[in-house]
């Protein structure tokens, strides 16, 4: 019999933070595809399976084009009309248009241009852990260590004056933290626009060294530049400061992987991309079908909606042994946190640079650092958040 689920589940168990809502994972278990209902009647496709979300982030018969995704998944918006994403909002466009704003930023983001800002990263993580230790012995790690990092770190590579980071942090945190009203959303977006057109102004009258002044150089018009700097700002900021604070609170929650961690920082390397599987804070994505498509025994009729869970994708129990178990020492890696296809994530290499420098020196730098609250008191993300995290990371330690 067909599975069929008419809301989509957003409740996790209690006592289990970093793990899918239940119904999700059942549906995992009804099979890889189940139909889904959206709430303005639409009949689309839920996707949980690792090999059918693989299959159709690389299927260029599945659209990212914004204006087919009409259908919320927990929100009945009517028949409003979605206008094409923005100049150079690049996540939600299909190539040839995707590939205009990515294909000037890849050389900026390679291996080993993320490998080369490792010494920066190691000194603005030592910078926090003196002050979050100056100023301890308790904290709260978001605003302490999880949110300031990676702000600091994109902030620069992008060229934003460094007085400026609150300003982003602030404005991020309302896009993409599931609790601002339609007015403020509007309010934070106009506002970032606003401070993006005037950097975009400055960089052009006087290039500077970073990203943003080189995108100058090339045939993207002000308001292009201006959705480039707007995705790569939140992308860069927002999933690697929620995978720090949730990944240190996931590693407290298991104190022998914890302690495995900081016996060998060699471990760090697997540590990261076991985190990033077990977490997946980017919860899930969406696909419109372009044409009749067979998908899992299913046939996905053209304009049909499908909803990608990357977390129960990355808890697959076909494709990862134990999957819902933490192991830092796991060996079937391949994990779908970072996407898979065209789209796949284009700044995953300098996430994995401060995660890799970042959860080490926090545990070496604290080696009692433990929850000053108990677990189920920790403050959690509303599950409507497109990246999932923690709000707050209450911590202490011994001095």
């Not at 009804?30 to 059918?52: A, K, M, N, Q």
């Not at 004056?161 to 601002?180: M, S, T, V």
Request: aromatic share 8%; net charge negative.
């Amino acid at each position: 019999m067909e599975h069929t689920l008419t809301t989509l589940p957003a409740a996790r168990r209690p006592g289990c933070p970093f793990d899918p809502p239940e119904e999700l994972i059942q549906a995992r278990e009804h099979g890889p595809i189940s139909r889904y209902i959206f709430p303005d009647g639409h009949e689309g496709w839920l996707v949980t399976g690792y090999d059918l979300v693989r299959s159709v982030l690389a299927d260029s018969r599945f659209s990212s084009r914004k204006e087919l995704m009409r259908h919320h998944p927990l929100i009945d918006y009517g028949d409003i009309e979605v206008p094409p994403a923005p100049p150079g909002e690049f996540l939600l466009m299909d190539d040839p248009r995707h590939s205009r704003y990515r294909k000037p930023l890849v050389g900026k983001f390679t291996v080993r241009r993320m490998r080369l800002l490792t010494e920066r990263v190691e000194q603005v993580t030592a910078e926090h852990l003196d002050a979050m230790g100056e100023a301890g012995p308790s904290a709260d790690l978001v605003t302490a260590f999880a949110r300031p990092i990676p702000s600091v770190i994109i902030c620069e590579l992008l060229g934003v004056p460094y007085e400026d980071r609150g300003f982003f942090q602030e404005h991020i945190d309302k896009f993409l933290g599931g609790e601002a009203g339609d007015e403020e959303l509007f309010a934070a977006y106009t506002a970032t626009q606003q401070y993006l057109a005037e950097l975009v102004a400055a960089k052009r009258a006087n290039p500077t060294d970073d990203v943003l002044s080189d995108l100058t150089d090339t045939d993207l018009t002000d308001e292009e530049l201006r959705g480039v700097a707007l995705i790569l700002l939140a992308a860069g900021f927002d999933t690697t400061a929620n995978m720090l604070a949730l990944g240190t609170f996931a590693l407290l929650r298991n104190p022998e992987q914890l302690a495995a961690l900081r016996a060998d920082p060699g471990l760090a390397d697997g540590a990261v991309e076991e985190l990033l599987r077990y977490l997946s804070v980017a919860k899930q994505f969406q696909r419109v079908a372009l044409e009749d498509v067979e998908l899992g025994g299913r046939t996905v009729k053209a304009g049909a909606t499908v909803i990608l869970s990357y977390n129960t994708a990355n808890r697959d129990p076909e494709r990862f042994a134990d999957p819902h178990a933490l192991d830092l020492r796991r060996q079937d890696g391949g994990h779908l946190a970072f996407g898979h296809g065209i789209h796949q994530c284009l700044g995953q290499q300098l996430a994995r640079v401060e995660m890799r420098v970042a959860l080490p020196a926090l545990l070496a730098r604290f080696p009692t650092l433990r929850l000053a609250v108990p677990a189920e008191e920790v403050p959690l993300r509303p599950e409507i958040a497109d990246i999932y995290g923690v709000k707050s990371l209450p911590v202490t330690w011994d001095v």
